[in-house]
Structure formats: C-alpha cells, structure tokens
C-alpha cells in the first residue's frame, strides 16, 4: 500500500510561485512513476506533470510546459512541483499520485493518491 501527504498549497497572487511536496511512503519511492494533477470545482481531474523513475522522465502538460517542474527527491521519498507565473485561475486541488506503470497522463494509469493540496491564485 502507498501513502501519499501534499503539502505547500496555499494562496498565491498571480504571476507567482509555489512548491508542492509530496511525501510518499509504503513500497518503493525509487521504482515508481510519479505525477501531479489537479481539479477545479465543477471540472473533471487534469493531468500536471509526470515524472518516471527511469531516467527521471518527465512530461508536463502543454499549457504548463516552461512554468512547472517535477522533480523527485529520492532518498527523501518526496516528489516535488515547482510553480512559476500562475494563473488566476481562483482555487485548484492540486494531487499528488503514484504508477507501478509506466511515464503516462491519465489519471487512470495511477493507483495511489493523495488527498490534495488547495492552492489559490488571486488577482
């Protein structure tokens, strides 16, 4: 079993920056595939980021390409999601979750999830 914990949510004005955590625990943090999505109030749940645990691949969702990054601490069981410029876009549960898999963006490729960070981007 996987145990994922979000944290680093929070208020942030737009055109500013955040950093999520994840801290996993449970099987191997090295040999699994990692990802970040998040959900809207009244919208379905969209693909982030994703990192592998080969090579530390990454794939970013094309709206966040050159704005986010996914990194993976390994020795700390954390995964991590650097945010830059955000949107307003109002408040966001951003979610952490875990692959036996292979890199992929859909939500139903992961096994494991957190229960959410909230993050807010105002004006």
């Known amino acids: 079993q996987v145990h994922l914990v979000e944290s680093g949510g929070g208020l942030v004005q737009a055109g500013g920056s955040l950093r999520l955590s994840c801290a996993h625990s449970?099987?191997?943090?090295?040999?699994?595939?990692m990802g970040w999505f998040r959900q809207a109030p009244g919208k379905e749940r969209e693909f982030v980021a994703a990192?592998?645990?080969?090579?530390?691949?990454?794939v970013y969702a094309d709206s966040e390409k050159g704005r986010f990054t996914i990194s993976r601490d390994n020795p700390e069981n954390t995964l991590y999601l650097q945010m830059h410029d955000l949107k307003m876009d109002g408040t966001t549960v951003y979610y952490c979750?875990?692959?036996?898999?292979?890199?992929?963006?859909?939500?139903?490729?992961?096994?494991?999830w957190g229960q959410g960070t909230q993050v807010a981007v105002s004006s």
């Open positions: 979750a875990a692959s036996q898999g292979t890199l992929g963006v859909m939500a139903a490729g992961y096994e494991y």
């Open positions: 449970g099987r191997r943090f090295s040999t699994t595939t």
């Open positions: 990192i592998s645990w080969i090579l530390d691949n990454t």
